[in-house]
């Protein structure tokens, strides 16, 4: 079993930066493709990022190149670095295990945290 932890969410102006972090309990998260997810206002969850236990990484078009996935396996805890935020970006944002990086599916695990909230406005 998995118990996941999403933290740094906060409200930003448009062009800010935020750094995310999901923290997981165990020893056994190195075993496990991991990925960002986020929800907005009266929309789908979506994924927005994943990363392989080998740190491979794969992101959804409108965060490519501003976005940035990391983990670290010695601290159970992957990381997302966002900057040059936009109103758009707006949004809970969740961490969950994966089983394919290049084609994540939100039924596949069940480990959702809490989130924690993306506000980008000015």
């Known amino acids: 079993q998995v118990q996941l932890a999403e933290s740094g969410g906060a409200l930003v102006q448009p062009g800010g930066s935020l750094r995310l972090a999901c923290s997981a309990s165990?020893?056994?998260?190195?075993?496990?493709?991991m990925g960002w997810y986020r929800q907005a206002p009266g929309k789908m969850r979506e994924w927005v990022a994943t990363i392989s236990t080998g740190g491979t990484t794969n992101y959804v078009a409108a965060v490519k190149g501003r976005f940035t996935c990391t983990r670290d396996n010695s601290q159970n805890t992957m990381y997302l670095q966002m900057n040059d935020l936009k109103p758009e970006d707006t949004a809970v944002y969740y961490c969950?295990?994966?089983?394919?990086?290049?084609?994540?599916?939100?039924?596949?695990?069940?480990?959702w945290g809490q989130g924690t909230q993306v506000t980008v406005s000015s």
């Open positions: 969950n295990v994966v089983g394919d990086i290049y084609e994540p599916h939100l039924d596949e695990f069940d480990y």
């Open positions: 165990g020893d056994i998260f190195r075993i496990y493709h």
